[in-house]
């Protein structure tokens, strides 16, 4: 040994060669390291542009829809029920109601895909040979109801022409953006040859044109005319469970995350209480669902498929997420800072409140927008509440029949039709990941203009 | 620069000659401390203290590392009451109060004894609100103006008002350390309390930072009982009237700041004073 560590010229040639041996071999595990790190990065980075790709290519031509631009001509033949009531035809405020209620169901009864197919007919060259059944499968089923709406809005209407766009029907858009081989033979097409020749001579002539699909954000859901479906019910049912978990997640667990590490004596039973929320985190949504669903409908007797249920269950699986982020960050404020407030005789509470939440604020905003926007993207345990249920109304409140933006797109993947509703939900996705995008931005610009200021 | 180094000389001149060892014995007593113990858990960390400090006076603790004279000031406004599992006994009276009372309300106490730290910590807020925090919270501005009278007459006292008058709404973070320090003393001057503890509070500092707070420490004793935690025994030397030399948790010696460092009477004060141990 003492060899080794003698200072000759020899000597220290020979440590020099050893070191230099043994370097090889450390700048070889440092250079596997990096690009074991590196490829790491670079396959998650490839899995979420796969994602994206994948979503965006389906996602983006769901957002254009195609219409037809009809002249419809509100004919007085067809729709014979005459004027509507007027008030001062009547004595009595019960004897126009009456009447009036019995024009609209005479409104109501009428036929109007006869209109339809007049104005369909109207557009359709001279003498083209189609049956009337083949004809009203090139329009969404809810143009008459559309056409209808025109009239009792507006009964002065009658015998009058108007252009009116209505949406195509979900096979005639299908035809038209080739979602469906061409070649397929007639059995195998949902469109007859004739309705499918004459899309592409209204594709001619102008009749049909492409356009924003508004409907996707004005609409609610639709079975009947899956055209016309649109994510507004879903997404303001989303939007309701958003604000109840807010309201009810944030207070109570910063309250509960301020007791558990400020005030709470230190014992066996805090130990354990603490223990159970760091597990509570990791319990499997769906039995979040179970709970709500025995809990809140079983027992309290809530409404199933409502925003409070669905909130509820939400608030309680985000809690334990904002708990521990707010421990953290209270962990995580210097002793100085407490030391600070205390020396100038503020209570305990005080030094809490005027000094420790203050500075934990931008964490805490932080970990809830994290949480809530981890929170809307659940299904599993909203499934479990009854909200996969079919609503095609939008939510006034938190006690109506609702659904969420997940669900919707779940329910959406379902569907029959999928040539034409996979793009819509991979649209919807684009949706929902726009919302969680936009609320991520929220968190970072929050965070850094707090942090900027304290 | 120029004139803060002539203000450094000056001071040390100064300090110290103000005070002969006669007047200070005749001082009277503010606070004291008769048996005192602190237990963190198993480990002792102070055996059985008893000291008297003296009214309008700097009282400086001096000693090596871990010696207990940090632990010993905590006690002095229960701070190591918010230490788990720290343990105190024996007295500490304030005029004649003992501070250990039940009866007594923390809150009062540190009201009454203000504290400033080894390194500066002023609040994450304007300057004005750090020092308006302590009159705030314990209700002693009836008023807007009284408030901002208050806050301009700590700084003030603090020596640092004119460098700070034109930004008393910016973070006073974003002082220098020694201005933060001294921010840190108005904060606590603003209370009115009648004992200010300072934990080694130029540790932090550089050494013209540490001169004009020494010097601050030297007017402030005019007004305030003041004691003060030094690992330097220069500083202890220049702003203190009475030292207290702490050893192994022990107070090994205390007495008039001259006699001391001149004519120290145990081996292990002499030892440190000579640089032997520490």
């Known amino acids: 040994m003492t060899d080794t560590l003698s200072n000759t010229h020899s000597a220290s040639l020979e440590r020099t060669k050893l070191i230099r041996a043994g370097l090889r071999r450390r700048h070889m595990s440092e250079a596997i390291f990096r690009g074991l790190g590196l490829a790491a990065i670079i396959l998650a980075l490839g899995f979420v542009a796969l994602l994206f790709t994948d979503v965006f290519r389906k996602g983006i031509p769901a957002f254009t829809q195609s219409n037809l631009h009809l002249a419809v001509t509100f004919d007085p033949t067809v729709i014979d029920v005459g004027p509507a009531p007027a008030r001062a035809d009547f004595t009595s405020e019960a004897e126009y109601n009456a009447a009036s209620l019995k024009w609209q169901r005479d409104v109501a009864l009428l036929n109007w895909n006869t209109i339809i197919e007049q104005s369909m007919r109207a557009a359709a060259p001279a003498g083209y040979e189609i049956d009337t059944r083949a004809l009203l499968t090139i329009p969404e089923t809810d143009a008459r109801h559309r056409v209808r709406a025109m009239f009792v809005e507006n009964p002065a209407l009658l015998g009058q022409t108007v252009d009116v766009d209505v949406l195509a029907s979900a096979n005639a858009t299908n035809w038209i953006k080739g979602n469906i081989n061409r070649d397929l033979s007639d059995a195998q097409q949902q469109l007859s040859p004739q309705a499918r020749t004459l899309i592409d001579t209204f594709e001619a002539n102008g009749t049909v044109s492409n356009g924003f699909a508004w409907s996707i954000f004005t609409n609610v859901d639709s079975r009947a005319a899956p055209a016309s479906a649109g994510l507004l019910g879903a997404f303001v049912g989303t939007l309701w469970m958003m604000l109840i978990v807010v309201i009810l997640a944030v207070p109570i667990g910063v309250a509960a995350a301020v007791y558990l590490e400020e005030f709470a004596p230190k014992s066996r039973l805090t130990d354990f209480i603490e223990v159970n929320i760091n597990n509570l985190a990791a319990v499997p949504s769906i039995v979040f669902g179970l709970l709500g669903a025995a809990a809140f409908i079983n027992y309290m007797h809530l409404p199933i498929s409502a925003p409070i249920v669905g909130g509820l269950v939400l608030t309680l699986m985000t809690l334990p997420t904002i708990i521990i982020a707010t421990r953290g960050a209270l962990l995580g404020v210097s002793p100085a800072l407490r030391q600070a407030a205390l020396g100038m005789g503020a209570s305990k509470t005080q030094m809490v409140f005027h000094h420790v939440l203050p500075v934990t604020f931008p964490s805490i905003l932080t970990a809830t927008i994290l949480g809530v926007a981890h929170a809307l993207g659940e299904t599993a345990p909203l499934l479990l509440i009854g909200m996969k249920a079919f609503v095609a109304s939008v939510p006034t409140t938190p006690f109506d029949q609702a659904t969420a933006l997940p669900v919707q797109i779940y329910l959406w993947q379902g569907n029959e039709n999928r040539n034409f509703f996979e793009p819509r939900t991979a649209a919807a996705i684009m949706v929902l990941l726009a919302v969680m995008i936009l609320l991520n931005g929220v968190a970072i610009y929050l965070r850094s203009r707090l942090e900027k200021r304290a | ?278």
């Open chain 2, 1 to 278: 620069m120029d004139m803060v180094a002539g203000k450094v000389k000056m001071t040390q001149q100064s300090v110290n000659s103000a005070m002969n060892p006669t007047d200070m014995l005749e001082r009277p007593i503010r606070l004291t401390a008769k048996d005192v113990t602190v237990h963190y858990g198993q480990k002792q960390a102070l055996h059985g203290i008893s000291i008297q400090i003296p009214d309008r006076a700097v009282t400086s603790f001096i000693g090596p590392s871990g010696c207990g004279k940090s632990t010993f000031l905590r006690c002095i406004n229960r701070m190591n009451d918010t230490i788990e599992g720290a343990k105190v006994g024996g007295t500490i009276k304030l005029d004649g109060e003992d501070i250990y009372d039940p009866a007594l309300d923390v809150v009062e106490l540190r009201a009454r004894i203000g504290m400033v730290f080894q390194k500066p910590n002023p609040f994450p807020k304007s300057i004005y609100e750090n020092v308006a925090y302590g009159p705030k919270i314990h209700g002693l501005a009836r008023s807007k103006t009284d408030l901002d009278e208050i806050v301009v007459s700590s700084l003030r006292k603090a020596g640092l008002f004119e460098e700070v008058k034109d930004r008393l709404n910016e973070p006073g973070t974003g002082l220098s350390g020694g201005q933060q320090q001294r921010l840190c003393i108005a904060r606590a001057i603003a209370v009115g309390p009648e004992v200010i503890l300072m934990d080694e509070p130029c540790s932090a500092l550089d050494p013209i930072a540490t001169a004009i707070i020494e010097e601050l420490i030297d007017e402030l004793r005019e007004n305030y009982t003041i004691v003060i935690v030094t690992h330097s025994m220069q500083q202890a030397a220049r702003v203190s009237q009475k030292t207290a030399f702490f050893h192994l948790g022990n107070l090994i010696e205390e007495g008039v700041t001259e006699d001391i460092f001149t004519n120290p009477v145990s081996k292990q004060t002499q030892d440190y004073i000579m640089g032997r141990i520490g």
